[in-house]
């Protein structure tokens, strides 16, 4: 029987032959249907006729760079489904790093890196993909987010959120008054099945919490419910 992931498409967008080639052996062996760019000029042109489930997709790259493919596909159009984006690259300056999350990467690899690695990471994201939910555009209070930017406004006030703030606030605000584990949410902040503690969603949703009533000081929107997790309750 085939894996649950085997009719998944993805796009290697990678200028190196070897590593092209590489992740092309690998993830074609664990069931996946692939294609090779080695350019990023020809990367959006090719997506129009040819849409795939993921994209994995360099930063330095002749023609165009993955950065600016990124921004391009995040910005999307109308009626398409985006696919997912994991970023490769050998920068692995931070400033890098804070910056192909906030165009909207879904994950993010440094070189050199392991094949298996790779191929975990492209499942683990397809997997949050497959349970993907959708938070309405506009919510209570003026609160809307912004997809295409990763940007979370309440009239009109920009949250200044992080990557990870953005999808805490996105996946509670899709079911609310549904109660979200910590570990669910922590599949939804780390796409590479990282180990972290339950301190580190808390903090998050510290910070998320602050920023929110800065503009919205008289309202809880974030509720914490003792020893289960949290709720979005406008």
């Given at each position: 029987?085939?894996?649950?992931?085997?009719?998944?498409?993805?796009?290697?967008v990678e200028d190196e032959?070897?590593?092209?080639?590489?992740?092309?052996?690998?993830?074609?062996?664990?069931?996946?249907?692939?294609?090779?760019?080695?350019?990023?000029?020809?990367?959006?042109?090719?997506?129009?006729?040819?849409?795939?489930?993921?994209?994995?997709?360099?930063?330095?790259?002749?023609?165009?760079?993955?950065?600016?493919?990124?921004?391009?596909?995040?910005?999307?159009?109308?009626?398409?489904?985006?696919?997912?984006?994991?970023?490769?690259?050998?920068?692995?300056?931070?400033?890098?790093?804070?910056?192909?999350?906030?165009?909207?990467?879904?994950?993010?690899?440094?070189?050199?890196?392991?094949?298996?690695?790779?191929?975990?990471?492209?499942?683990?994201?397809?997997?949050?993909?497959?349970?993907?939910?959708?938070?309405?555009?506009?919510?209570?209070?003026?609160?809307?987010?912004?997809?295409?930017?990763?940007?979370?406004t309440i009239a009109g006030?920009?949250?200044?959120?992080?990557?990870?703030e953005y999808q805490l606030?996105?996946?509670?605000?899709?079911?609310?008054?549904?109660?979200?584990?910590?570990?669910?949410?922590?599949?939804?902040?780390?796409?590479?099945?990282?180990?972290?503690?339950?301190?580190?969603?808390?903090?998050?949703?510290?910070?998320?919490?602050?920023?929110?009533?800065?503009?919205?000081?008289?309202?809880?929107?974030?509720?914490?419910?003792?020893?289960?997790?949290?709720?979005?309750?406008?």
């Amino acid at each position: 029987m085939a894996d649950r992931h085997t009719a998944c498409r993805i796009l290697i967008v990678e200028d190196e032959n070897k590593i092209a080639s590489v992740l092309l052996d690998y993830l074609k062996q664990s069931g996946y249907d692939t294609h090779h760019l080695a350019r990023g000029d020809e990367v959006e042109d090719w997506l129009e006729h040819h849409p795939v489930d993921l994209v994995l997709l360099d930063l330095m790259l002749p023609g165009k760079s993955g950065l600016d493919i990124c921004k391009a596909l995040r910005a999307g159009t109308p009626g398409k489904q985006a696919p997912a984006i994991i970023m490769v690259t050998a920068r692995v300056e931070e400033i890098d790093r804070l910056l192909g999350l906030e165009l909207g990467a879904d994950d993010y690899i440094c070189k050199p890196f392991s094949p298996r690695e790779v191929v975990a990471r492209v499942k683990a994201v397809l997997r949050r993909g497959s349970h993907a939910i959708e938070a309405p555009d506009e919510l209570p209070h003026g609160l809307k987010l912004d997809d295409a930017a990763w940007r979370a406004t309440i009239a009109g006030h920009d949250l200044g959120l992080t990557a990870v703030e953005y999808q805490l606030l996105k996946v509670l605000s899709a079911r609310p008054g549904r109660i979200f584990s910590r570990e669910q949410l922590m599949d939804s902040m780390y796409q590479d099945e990282r180990v972290v503690s339950d301190r580190t969603v808390d903090s998050h949703i510290k910070k998320l919490r602050r920023k929110i009533q800065e503009q919205l000081p008289d309202q809880e929107l974030i509720h914490s419910v003792y020893g289960l997790g949290y709720k979005y309750e406008a």
